[in-house]
């Protein structure tokens, strides 16, 4: 039996739109990444710290934890389904934000044979893994607006 693989992702963003920076953290491992862009939002940023997750492990059972309520009603309510139905129209009609990183974000969680759960955690609550990748994510945030 497969064990579950714990993630915590986050993103920041210094100014929206602005620098901005995304992590992820493996609290079980201790594996970790981050990175940032130099002009982004912080949609883009936490959905960029699911994706490289996703990306870094192909595990087959896998539980995101994000403070990011953008990604995980999107999975807990199935929003996906109706952008697909929908040609990636909102409810309003109006193109889905940020279409480019939802398909390649969906392309991983929908993956046959691989199970992907969203939970959402308060954000600068205590939770120890929460505050670890929002601790990488506005470094790296900081370092991409410092130019380094």
Do not use: I
Request: glycine share 10%; hydrophobic share 40%; charged share 25%.
């Amino acid at each position: 039996m497969a064990v579950e693989r714990l993630v915590y992702t986050d993103g920041a963003c210094l100014g929206n739109p602005g620098p901005g920076g995304w992590a992820w953290f493996e609290p079980l491992t201790g594996r970790r990444a981050s990175g940032s862009e130099a002009q982004t939002t912080n949609q883009r940023m936490e959905l960029t710290a699911v994706l490289r997750a996703l990306e870094a492990d192909p595990a087959p059972l896998v539980l995101v934890r994000s403070d990011s309520q953008y990604v995980v009603r999107c999975f807990q309510e199935r929003w996906w389904a109706r952008w697909r139905q929908n040609g990636f129209r909102n409810a309003k009609g109006q193109p889905v934000s940020n279409r480019d990183l939802w398909e390649l974000v969906l392309r991983l969680v929908l993956d046959e044979g691989r199970s992907v759960r969203f939970e959402w955690v308060r954000g600068h609550a205590g939770d120890p893994g929460n505050e670890e990748v929002d601790r990488l994510a506005q470094a790296a945030a900081r370092a991409v607006a410092r130019g380094v």
